[in-house]
Nanobody, 124 residues
Framework: QVQLVESGGGLVQAGGSLRLSCAAS????????MGWFRQAPEKEREFVAT????????YYADSVKGRFTISRDNGQNTVYLQMNSLKFEDTAVYYC?????????????????WGQGTQVTVSS
């Protein structure tokens, strides 16, 4: 089992920045990549970004490319999501997830473990 704990959400004005953190514990040796997803009210959960543990290869949704940056600290088993130039439409609950898939994947069904979520609210 892998446990994921997110932190760093909050309320920010449009144009501002936030940094989310996700600390992984437990059987982290089974994890090959970590991802961030988000879900706004009455909307489907959508992919935001992912990064591989080894090599640090990353991939982003088009909607956040150039504004968000995903990074990881292998020693701390932590992944970060730096969010800049936030927009009202970025408002959502953000979830951290872990997958054993050995290739980049954006499908939430491919992720085995999930955090509890952290709310990000962007005021316009």
């Amino acid at each position: 089992q892998v446990q994921l704990v997110e932190s760093g959400g909050g309320l920010v004005q449009a144009g501002g920045s936030l940094r989310l953190s996700c600390a992984a514990s437990g059987r982290t040796s089974s994890v090959n990549a970590m991802g961030w997803f988000r879900q706004a009210p009455e909307k489907e959960r959508e992919f935001v970004a992912t990064i591989t543990w080894s090599g640090g290869r990353s991939y982003y949704a088009d909607s956040v490319k150039g504004r968000f940056t995903i990074s990881r600290d292998n020693g701390q088993n932590t992944v970060y999501l730096q969010m800049n130039s936030l927009k009202f439409e970025d408002t959502a609950v953000y979830y951290c997830a872990a997958t054993s898939y050995r290739v980049i994947t954006t499908y939430h069904s491919h992720y085995d473990y999930w955090g509890q979520g952290t709310q990000v609210t962007v005021s316009s």
